[in-house]
């Protein structure tokens, strides 16, 4: 059963965050990632906005919503993500290499949390020296993106207009998985 997470209490809310923020502080070790060619974005951000269903696991915690993509006539991606029910999550900047907090829920204002999404969307919307292809085809690729605890694996598939409509996100030391489906475009 879906539940959205306005409807989650906030007990297992800061139970999930305080979670994966011990999690995250054990992924600090990590070592730097070898450094492979320069790779396109993942993703390429467009003047129209681009909405995606956004779905994230937990270990057993579950929480979707959507994912609005736009980059600005000056190159700023603004990254939102709202509940169904209109509850905005976060908003996100990337401006060149500059990751920007421009609002976010309080239980996800966690510095190792804001970290890992931050490495998630830059390797996403902006060219990578940090992943690597591990398998490539015409309709799917997969790439990976540190080691240990800070591993982050990307899997692209189902392309169409030249981004893939479903990318999934593990994150498998710390059981996390985000998954992106694109909706139809909307004008603006």
């Not at 994912?67 to 060149?96: K, M, W």
Request: aromatic share 10%; charged share 25%; glycine share 6%.
């Amino acid at each position: 059963m879906i539940r959205s997470l306005q409807y989650v209490s906030r007990a297992k809310l800061l139970l999930f965050t305080g979670l994966l923020g011990m999690l995250l502080c054990l992924s600090s070790c990590a070592s730097k990632a070898e450094q492979s060619p320069t790779l396109p974005p993942m993703i390429e951000a467009r003047a129209t906005s681009e909405r995606y269903n956004m779905q994230l696991d937990f270990m057993k915690h579950h929480f979707s919503g959507m994912l609005i993509v736009r980059q600005l006539p000056d190159n700023e991606i603004r990254i939102l993500a709202t509940t169904y029910f209109g509850l905005s999550l976060f908003d996100f900047s990337l401006h060149g290499e500059t990751f920007m907090v421009n609002s976010c829920i309080e239980p996800m204002k966690k510095e190792k949390v804001l970290k890992l999404l931050e490495g998630d969307f830059k390797n996403l919307f902006l060219s990578s020296s940090r992943a690597r292809v591990k398998e490539k085809s015409t309709t799917f690729e997969k790439r990976i993106s540190g080691k240990g605890f800070g591993k982050s694996v990307y899997t692209l598939s189902e392309y169409a207009d030249g981004n893939p409509t479903r990318v999934l996100i593990k994150h498998p030391w710390i059981r996390l998985k985000i998954q992106l489906d694109r909706l139809s475009s909307i004008d603006n």
